[in-house]
Nanobody, 126 residues
Framework: QVQLVESGGGLVQAGGSLRLSCAAS????????MGWFRQGPGKEREFVAA????????LYADSVKGRFTIARDNAKNLVYLQMKSLEPEDTAVYYC???????????????????WGQGTQVTVFA
């Protein structure tokens, strides 16, 4: 059974940094794209970043480009989201997700992702 467990969320002042982690288990994820999404209070879930199963250009939402970096450690089945220069607008529950299509093209479309974690809360105060 596939499981994704996010960690690293918390309360941070605007301008600060956090690193989120997603631990994946249940299968080997080195051939699958992984992504981060978020859902702010009263908002729809939105794409944040995606990383291909191997190489290539990562995808980022325009709102986080230059501030957030996605990375993965396939040996450890971990995906990270390094967040810098955080803004109150970044406040949300952040979700890790896996696109279980084998060696697929990375996508921002949440409907392409098959497995989701429970989320971790990030709160940025001014």
């Amino acid at each position: 059974q596939v499981q994704l467990v996010e960690s690293g969320g918390g309360l941070v002042q605007a301008g600060g940094s956090l690193r989120l982690s997603c631990a994946a288990s249940g299968r080997t994820f080195s051939s699958y794209n992984m992504g981060w999404f978020r859902q702010g209070p009263g908002k729809e879930r939105e794409f944040v970043a995606a990383i291909k199963w191997r190489g290539g250009r990562n995808l980022y939402a325009d709102s986080v480009k230059g501030r957030f970096t996605i990375a993965r450690d396939n040996a450890k089945n971990l995906v990270y989201l390094q967040m810098k220069s955080l803004e109150p607008e970044d406040t949300a529950v952040y979700y890790c997700a896996v696109d279980a299509s084998f060696m697929a093209t990375a996508t921002m479309d949440s409907r392409r992702y098959d497995y989701w974690g429970q989320g971790t809360q990030v709160t940025v105060f001014a």
